[in-house]
């Protein structure tokens, strides 16, 4: 009876969180997508241009490299983390990408499926080493994942001599640049849709699943809510720690991969400040730097915001500093929105966190 009773209680204890979870990303999804209105209204005139078919495949190419990144840096934010090193690993992972293919070692020419595992298990490596020493050496996640922030940017100019790869192979140009037109009943998508957006929405559905469905999820959340009582309950924080810092290294490599070929080339310059724009599409989706609270779902909102708002500064060809300037206010004027209705969930809860 006793073990019936508490298998009830954690089956109700599930279902709770995850009402809580998807009231939580409601609230967030409703305010992301009262943004993007207001976003497109303020200039009537770029309205029509914004929502052309063909401009939103792009946005959606543009937002592609962020959003993968984003779904890596939300998994760390959950478990109570951070980490800045995401930038420096996916110039990284693109650059030995590409030089596996063009022969720039000794190996000779790699095979471009072979070339993109490498990488991107180079990045797994390195957020493995990330998580070892924040589990193990328990040191801070800010200055473990700053050191490798730098470690692997001067990595990757020391590779390269500062400058661009060149030469990649046409069937690796594909994997950014393909489209995919779905056909049925003798009718075809009107716009093709590129494969950069299916890669993200492909990890954002599994990722997701991940999240809410397996033991894998709970813990993550568990150690960002209270690390302290989920590692006496028996749960091994260490190596959990050590995981999600592997998955988002392995994401941000993934999405160096896929971005040197959307660009056809692997620099040592790109994807300066990408872990900011990650970081700052999990917060403005929900997630909280205190850790425990998140949803891969609203990544992909607050993603499609930055990548939207991105969309239409270019269209009004208004220079990269004042499009900071937007963006940067942006971003603080949702992580305001969301610690208001934060305060009003726990007045509106007795004190208890939502």
């Not at 991107?120 to 050496?137: E, F, K, R, T, V």
């Not at 730098?150 to 690796?172: D, I, K, M, Q, W």
């Not at 929900?286 to 239409?312: C, D, E, H, M, Q």
Request: some cysteine; aromatic content about 8%.
């Amino acid at each position: 009876m006793v073990s019936d009773a508490a298998g009830t209680g954690e089956v109700g204890g599930k279902r709770m969180a995850r009402r809580t979870r998807g009231r939580r990303f409601l609230a967030q999804a409703l305010s992301i997508i009262l943004a993007l209105i207001l976003l497109v209204l303020l200039d009537p005139a770029a309205t029509a241009r914004f929502l052309a078919p063909g401009n939103l495949a792009n946005v959606g190419v543009q937002m592609a490299v962020v959003t993968i990144t984003a779904i890596g840096v939300t998994l760390v934010i959950i478990a109570g983390g951070i980490d800045l090193s995401l930038g420096s690993v996916a110039a990284l992972a693109g650059v030995v990408c590409a030089q596996l293919m063009v022969g720039a070692y000794r190996w000779g020419h790699w095979n471009p499926w072979l070339a993109g595992i490498a990488a991107c298990g180079l990045g797994l490596l390195l957020g493995a080493i990330n998580g070892g020493l924040i589990a193990w050496a328990w040191l801070p996640p800010f200055i473990v994942t700053l050191g490798m922030l730098l470690v692997a940017r001067g990595a990757v100019h020391y590779l390269t001599n500062g400058e661009n790869v060149f030469g990649l192979p046409e069937s690796f140009l594909e994997v950014g640049s393909g489209r995919w037109r779905p056909a049925a009943f003798g009718y075809a998508l009107a716009i093709p849709v590129p494969y950069m957006v299916l890669y993200f929405l492909a990890l954002a559905a599994i990722t997701h699943l991940v999240l809410t469905r397996t033991r894998i999820g709970r813990y993550w959340y568990a150690m960002g809510s209270n690390p302290a009582a989920t590692r006496l309950s028996g749960v091994a924080v260490n190596a959990w720690t050590i995981l999600v810092y592997g998955v988002s290294g392995l994401l941000a490599a993934f999405a160096g991969v896929v971005g040197a070929a959307r660009n056809s080339i692997g620099s040592p310059t790109a994807y300066d400040g990408l872990e900011l724009d990650a970081i700052a599409a999990a917060v403005i989706g929900g997630a909280s730097l205190s850790g425990g609270v998140g949803s891969v779902p609203g990544t992909l909102l607050g993603a499609l915001l930055l990548a939207g708002l991105r969309n239409i500064l270019d269209q009004r060809n208004l220079s990269s500093d004042v499009q900071k300037l937007y963006i940067g206010v942006a971003i603080l004027l949702a992580v305001l929105m969301d610690q208001a209705r934060r305060r009003v969930a726990v007045r509106s809860t007795g004190g208890a966190t939502p």
